[in-house]
């Protein structure tokens, strides 16, 4: 298998190479450091759907159908979950800086020890029965959200040989349909693995790297409970934040 001295060889090479041609803010559809890419997208011509046809297998979103206490991930079982409490917040935004009212805000992640509960996560690492790591919110009329949960741990994947990927919350945001959903991730400030993960590493532009980081915030962080982070999320524009159908 790949090691990672040769996957950051890879890395450091491309890089290089982006030099000539300047920084790209969304990677591109095949990353060889990252493996699975190439199984990532498509690899045929795109084709036509009715539009009004697909809005009728749509779900549809609205403030009834969302509790404020989905937004609390520490709470949605009879123990407290284990790991560090953190409040993550921030706006979501359109390329003009102006608010994205009434967005579903989903978030999804590992637990503390860096485990998912999903039938094929198979990192010999222990689950948490008081905590399930799914929450959401919709967006108030500034475009703020807020979020309550357990910082999640960094976790081993099977992209190369000893790989580990850095902590993180995916996001996933609905806009008035469901035709209208961007995937992304946000990290934590100071994370080690930064240089060694293809993903993070797939977008060449350090700008738009630094855009998938959220910064630690003591407005957010709430006395004697939880320590706070903040991240604004970009939708449309030359700043946009990396999304997933992007890549």
Same mark, same amino acid.
């Given at each position: ?10 890395? +450091?090479?491309? +890089?290089? +190479?982006?030099?000539?041609? @300047? ?38 979103? @609205?403030?009834? &159908? ?18 560090? !409490? ?11 800086? !102006? ?20 039938? !094929?996560?198979?990192?010999? +690492? ?6 399930? @790591? ?7 009329? &500034? ?33 008035? &349909? ?49 320590? @706070? ?19």
């Amino acid at each position: 298998m790949t090691t990672q001295a040769e996957i950051s060889a890879e890395i +450091a090479r491309i +890089a290089e +190479a982006r030099r000539d041609v @300047g920084p790209a803010d969304q990677p591109a559809l095949d990353y060889p450091p990252y493996r699975s890419s190439l199984l990532r997208h498509p690899t045929r011509d795109l084709q036509l759907a009715d539009p009004e046809g697909v809005e009728l297998w749509a779900p549809c979103f @609205g403030h009834s &159908d969302v509790d404020p206490l989905e937004a609390d991930l520490t709470i949605q079982h009879r123990g407290e979950p284990l790991g560090e !409490r953190i409040t993550v917040g921030g706006r979501v935004l359109d390329g003009e800086g !102006r608010p994205v009212v009434g967005q579903l805000v989903e978030i999804w992640q590992a637990n503390a020890a860096g485990r998912y509960i999903h039938q !094929r996560d198979q990192h010999p +690492a222990p689950l948490d029965p008081n905590f399930t @790591g799914a929450g959401r919110c919709i967006t108030g009329p &500034d475009g703020s959200y807020r979020l309550r949960t357990i910082k999640p741990g960094a976790y081993p994947w099977r992209n190369h040989d000893n790989a580990w990927r850095p902590a993180h919350i995916h996001f996933s945001l609905f806009g008035t &349909d469901f035709t209208e959903r961007l995937v992304t991730q946000m990290y934590f400030p100071g994370d080690p693995l930064f240089d060694l993960d293809p993903i993070y590493q797939s977008i060449t532009d350090p700008a738009a790297r630094a855009a998938l980081v959220a910064r630690y915030d003591h407005d957010e962080t709430e006395p004697e409970f939880s320590l @706070g982070y903040r991240w604004d999320i970009v939708l449309t524009g030359s700043r946009r934040t990396w999304t997933e159908q992007s890549a």
